[in-house]
């Protein structure tokens, strides 16, 4: 978390600075903190999102802050401008180190609702994307010899929430993904982890899905009575970002304030 002044409120890791870093759905939510973190730590990042205004507002404040930040709008579901956008990300700021796989959406939708076409968006803008933007930085990575790819996963995939199959089928397979891809990839330095947020009080979060209802789910399914928030889950993207996790690949790390 940055306080008022701009300074870290917690902590700063050396590792962290100047190395590359890409965040994918960085714009708003967990994605935005995720970007304003790294930069507070001097890494150089890139981050792209569908909402291109909100985007580049973002990357212009954090510019004019002192960070190296560069943002590309993109739509994740296109495989191909993805693979582009965060190549040109990579050329523009080095190799990545840090790849985050952030971008998602979990609008709401019955069992009814999946038509086939719309099962496969529901696959390509939760999970397929992933696996790509992964592969693609996978040979930066293996270079150095080392790299740290992070993988956002979610709650849903074990609670019991509804009107969200085909979110929750996505969230589910990204713990499978980042197993086999830990198992692959381990040998050339590369450590892969899944980061399973709770229901985190994003803005979005707050003005569309926290009603009284859901508030009471909350406070009778978490041990610990405060909220989670977006720094919460930032606090742990960056220490498995950063060298003080070398040893620490495969796992699913949890902040749920107590829920599973």
């Known amino acids: 978390m940055v306080d008022a002044s701009g300074a870290l409120a917690f902590a700063r890791y050396p590792s962290l600075a100047g190395r590359t870093v890409v965040v ?15 930069a507070a730590q001097r890494s150089r990042v ?4 569908i909402d291109a205004a ?12 002192g960070g190296d930040v560069l943002f590309r709008a993109c739509d994740v579901r296109d495989v191909g401008e993805l693979q582009g956008v965060i190549s040109g990300l990579a050329e523009a700021l080095g190799p990545v180190d840090v790849l985050v796989n952030n971008a998602a959406n979990d609008k709401r939708h019955t069992i009814d609702d999946l038509d ?3 099962w ?9 994307h992933q696996f790509f933007a992964s592969r693609l930085v996978a040979p930066m990575m293996r270079a150095k010899g080392r790299g740290s790819i992070i993988n956002l996963g979610s709650i849903s995939a074990h609670i019991d929430l509804v009107e969200l199959v085909g979110y929750i089928t996505a969230k589910a397979g990204i713990e ?19 980061v399973i947020p709770g229901w985190v009080m994003t803005e979005r979060q707050l003005q569309q899905e926290v009603t009284p209802e859901a508030e009471a789910h909350i406070e009778q399914s978490q041990c610990l009575p405060d909220r989670v928030y977006p720094a919460d889950v930032a606090r742990i993207v960056l220490w498995l970002a950063a060298d003080d996790s070398s040893m620490c690949t495969a796992q699913n790390w949890v902040v749920d304030g107590g829920w599973l």
Do not use: H, K, W
């Open 24 to 38: 994918t759905g960085g714009a708003s939510g967990l994605g935005e903190e995720f970007v304003r973190q790294f």
């Open 46 to 49: 890139g981050f792209i999102d």
């Open 54 to 65: 909100r985007g580049a507002a973002l990357a212009a404040e954090l510019g004019g802050l």
């Open 116 to 118: 086939p076409a719309y």
């Open 120 to 128: 496969d968006d529901r696959m390509a803008v939760n999970l397929r």
């Open 176 to 194: 499978g993904m980042t197993r086999a891809m830990a198992r692959e990839l381990g040998p050339d330095g590369i450590r892969v982890n899944c």
